[in-house]
């Protein structure tokens, strides 16, 4: 998992990507943002749609049991409902947000609900264009060490890659 700041907003925003490593949603890739701004808990909003029974299927918004007053611990058990199948076998239907992903996931042991399928095409489209939602646009830098590689081509695809980012509304800062 892997946090930055807001550069318009570091106190109330952080930005944030999670690479799940193991359970249904291994390999996706997760895109949220952290916001302090309302008081008590600071909420998680997802910018990668998913199909999980504690995600609202609309806004994104992920709901977790805990307080939220340590942020690591709040990171860790949002950890755990993508890469712990047994945190998702924990849920009663009354702590689900989205019933129909919770119905889903209680029914893949008969093959009636379809979940490996409908999480499989969220895990797939994760990885496809990088897409910002809804807030501040991340600032994304383009840079690194060159070792052998040709440059020209590096340079290409660099340019290739911030024009991408440029339609999509992303300020790019090219070093």
């Known amino acids: 998992m892997h946090l930055t700041l807001s550069p ?5 925003t952080w930005y944030g990507v999670f690479f799940p490593r193991r359970g249904p949603y291994s390999g996706a890739i997760i895109r949220f943002t952290l916001n302090f701004a309302p008081p008590g808990a600071p909420e998680i ?8 029974p504690l995600v609202d299927s609309v806004s994104g918004r992920v709901h977790l049991s ?13 950890k755990t409902i993508f890469e712990s199948e047994d945190a998702i076998d924990a849920l009663a239907e009354a702590q689900a947000v989205d019933k129909e992903a919770w119905k889903s996931w209680n029914g893949r042991r008969n093959a009636t609900g379809g979940w490996n399928e409908r999480v499989a095409v969220f895990v797939n489209a994760s990885k496809e264009d990088v897409k910002t939602g809804r807030g501040d646009k991340e600032v994304i830098l383009l840079k690194g060490d060159l070792g052998d590689v040709e ?22 800062r090219e070093n």
């Open 8 to 12: 318009t907003s570091p106190a109330n």
């Open 45 to 52: 909003d997802l910018q990668t749609r998913v199909f999980h």
């Open 66 to 78: 805990g307080d939220g007053e340590v942020i690591s611990e709040l990171l860790e058990e949002m």
């Open 151 to 172: 440059k020209e081509e590096i340079d290409r695809l660099k340019s290739e890659i911030g024009e991408r980012l440029k339609e999509r509304g992303v300020r790019v």
